[in-house]
């Protein structure tokens, strides 16, 4: 219990300011989430669910917890902390720091005409760790495209452990879009919770375009017919960069159709890691289900772990998975250089063949052609120059 | 404008090519025939620079430059230019990005400014008529779900881009019907310009009658046994290899 233990003595210490600066609503999970976290500690990778990622090691150092005043009149949300898992130690730690609650709330049958983007900016002096809970919930009918953008303004180490809590109403259309764009020396931990009912379609999106260490996690339980969830994910890592994608779909009730497709290029040494459970509970029939995982190991020392899995409940279902992980193809290389592009480009555009199929399933054309764009600049590291690092110089 | 001398070269440790001496002046079409498994393949791919290839002995020079001493890209952006036998398919880059890529690195070798995106397409509209190439084509992936003719005519239609100054054509002629051969021989006829030179690797009379060959050579276990005139050809296809085997004592 030892990177704990610098958590639970903040608290103790830290307890009674945290309380008066932050809404009674949060507070009221606090002493809860106190008590399992300090009694489950960090999942330790025996765990299934955290095999690919040392999550004690991550969150081992002594990074600074903002317990700053905020405001403690905010509207109280009834959903706050009922749809992610509370037992798992992660959303506990969070629920403990947590200081507000970004909320975007859709009323019935509404759909507002622009996405809504939430930008986090990390900035500061000094290592801080960052508690976001983010709670979206669309109302019966609502409809919206909401996009998550994480950036680091600082060159300074991070550590972000978020939780966003989704409820998606009867017959509501959610497309959500995450796009990390940080630096080496952050440390991502975000742990999505969805609850969706009947009648919805959720498309969400999860891009690693630069990162440090990171994890995320999607829960996904499917409680209304006839819905229809994708979750697409799309990881450009190089360097000693390490992403990990550990996703649960959960199939609680008929007729509903869930997809996945998550496709990693790695180079240097950089580690990838998908985990994708699907669960097709007893008496969910008429279930379609498809997950993807292709990755492209550009380098000997690049490493990727995949493991899909299926487990399935029902008689009439239709289930589907598979995972590839495959190297540079050699005649493709010396087809083009026998045109005349350079080793480099044609590698370059191998690699954008590759990962832009995600992209191209975005259904916001004007964040797809702006995301094409990154995704380039990224391949061509314009995006992965940080000041100062010895590996980009 | 090609002087082969000499030339050993292996893959796996296995000796393919045991000592070729080769000359083309400027203008001049050479024909390279032989059995299956000679060699010719190899002499195309250690000409253009494949990686598999080792060259153990001899030496390539291409107007007046060591080839072996250059990369792949580099003996491409000099002018030379290989049609292939088996096109590779390319899987999500699209043709346009690819010609884009290849015809903006010729110019950038040779000095010249990238073409901006309106200059590209009338040039690739322009070149696309030459070989009688599909629209539809060149908005796919690079040979991606292409017929056999069409990779072929494909190949025709890059050269119209890049404007080598020395091609390869390894076996062009398989695979294609008659007016597919046509249209690709004659392509590549109204494309060349007096000073282009080629080698031609195929098995038929029939690419030879479209293309006049200067001479024909024939390539038996890895070295050239005998150069004669274009009615070596005929020769062969009337009468195969084995007379030429009997003649040389193999």
Known sequence: MMSEKQYIEFYQEERGEIFAHSPQWMNAHRDEAFRTFSAAGFPSRKAERYRYTDVAKDFAPNYGINTAQRPTDAPEQTLYNTIADSSDALVALNTMFAMECQTVHVGRGEHPQHPIQIVNTLRGEHPEMVCRRILIVLEENAEADIIIIDRAASKQRFLTNQVVEVQCGDGSHLNLYEIEETHLLCTRYSNMFMRVGANCSVHHTSLTLFNGHTRNRCDVQLKGEHSEVVLNGCVIADKMQHVDNNTVIDHQVAHCDSRQLYKYVLDDSAVGAFAGRILVRPGAQHTTSQETNANLCATRTARMYTQPMLEIYADDVKCSHGSTVGQMNEDALFYMRQRGISEREARLLLKSAFITEVIEHIPLSSLRDRLLILVDRRLKGELSKCEGCKMCE | ?250
């Open chain 2, 1 to 250: 404008m090609l002087e082969i001398n000499n030339l050993h070269a292996s893959i796996g440790g296995k000796e393919i090519l045991k000592g070729i001496n080769l000359t083309i002046a400027d203008g001049e079409i050479h024909a390279v025939m032989g059995t299956n498994g000679a060699g010719k393949s190899t002499l195309s791919n250690v000409i253009v620079g494949h990686p598999a290839y080792e060259v153990t002995e001899g030496s390539i020079t291409f107007n007046g430059q060591d080839l072996l001493a250059m990369s792949t890209e580099q003996r491409a952006n000099a002018g030379i230019f290989l049609s292939f036998q088996a096109p590779t398919e390319i899987p999500g880059v699209s043709m346009t990005n690819f010609m884009r890529a290849a015809v903006n690195a010729r110019r950038a070798a040779m000095g010249a400014e990238a073409l901006s995106a309106g200059e590209f397409l009338k040039l690739m509209r322009e070149k696309r008529k030459i070989v009688e190439l599909d629209a539809k084509l060149t908005s796919r992936s690079v040979n991606e779900g292409f017929s056999g003719g069409e990779k072929k005519r494909n190949e025709i239609f890059q050269m119209a881009m890049l404007e080598p100054t020395f091609c390869i054509l390894d076996e062009t002629d398989s695979g294609l019907d008659v007016d597919a051969l046509r249209i690709v021989a004659e392509g590549f006829n109204k494309l060349r310009k007096p000073e282009t030179s080629a080698i031609v690797i195929t098995h038929y009379q029939r690419l030879l009658d479209y293309l006049h060959p200067n001479v024909v050579h024939v390539l038996i276990d890895g070295r050239i046994v005998k150069t004669a005139g274009p009615e070596l050809a005929a020769e062969i296809e009337k009468k195969g290899f084995d007379w030429i085997k009997e003649e040389v004592g193999l």
